[in-house]
T-cell receptor, first 110, second 116 residues
Framework: DQQVKQNSPSLSVQEGRISILNCDYT??????FLWYKKYPAEGPTFLIS?????DKNEDGRFTVFLNKSAKHLSLHIVPSQPGDSAVYFC?????????FGTGTSLTVIP | NAGVTQTPKFQVLKTGQSMTLQCAQD?????MYWYRQDPGMGLRLIYY???????DKGEVPNGYNVSRLNKREFSLRLESAAPSQTSVYFC???????????????FGEGSRLTVL
């Protein structure tokens, strides 16, 4: 049973606009959350993380929001750029394990 | 700085053959992981090693064995390959950050395995 869910397989956004990628989890033991970006034929690369003691974390154009009561997190990319086109995975961790969602393919249209 | 290195990058096997995927990291990380990526399934954890000398099953361990050879190396073995093991395999490593949180995963470039 999938413990981390990304219900939108794909998302298209105009360049310069905001991209919002969503992720839901079921296990209340998850206390550390990460977002990864993946290009074809490459390994995933880390974007941003957030621990359960925070509800927001920013790094440049990327902001992650965590709503623990709803077991929901989201990644905001502002402004979106064509180079952001990739598959985005959210991941959640209890202890030493990391569980990943199925990914959302983001296309930023120039 | 190479990070996480996986070999081989590509492999074709026949059903029933065995092989070992090798992984090495040069970041002195304590924890190492093996994932597989399949279309529509995301990344699923096969096995992980929280520290040298320990290994634990992940979400999909059946058909695989692992060895944490030393702190740097973590290998994944398929004893009798099956077509269902056709996938892209990723090795990763991490180290804890403050307050006991596990830190980010650093991934290798992946190994594409096809079982005929």
């Amino acid at each position: 049973d999938q413990q981390v869910k990304q219900n939108s397989p794909s998302l298209s956004v105009q360049e310069g606009r905001i991209s919002i990628l969503n992720c839901d989890y079921t296990n209340s033991m998850f206390d550390y959350f990460l977002w990864y970006k993946k290009y074809p034929a490459e390994g995933p690369t880390f974007l941003i993380s957030i621990s359960s003691i925070k509800d927001k974390n920013e790094d440049g154009r990327f902001t992650v929001f965590l709503n623990k009561s709803a077991k929901h997190l989201s990644l905001h990319i502002v402004p979106s750029q064509p180079g952001d086109s990739a598959v985005y995975f959210c991941a959640a961790s209890p202890f030493n394990q990391f569980y990943f969602g199925t990914g959302t393919s983001l296309t930023v249209i120039p | 700085n190479a990070g996480v290195t996986q070999t081989p990058k590509f492999q074709v096997l026949k059903t029933g053959q065995s092989m070992t995927l090798q992984c090495a990291q040069d970041m002195n990380h304590n924890s190492m992981y093996w994932y597989r990526q399949d279309p529509g399934m995301g990344l699923r954890l096969i096995y992980y090693s929280a520290s040298e000398g320990t290994t634990d099953k992940g979400e999909v361990p059946n058909g695989y064995n692992v060895s944490r050879l030393n702190k740097r190396e973590f290998s994944l073995r398929l004893e009798s390959a099956a077509p269902s093991q056709t996938s892209v395999y990723f090795c990763a490593s991490s180290d804890p950050v403050g307050q006991g949180f596990p830190g980010e995963l650093f991934f290798g470039e992946g190994s594409r395995l096809t079982v005929l």
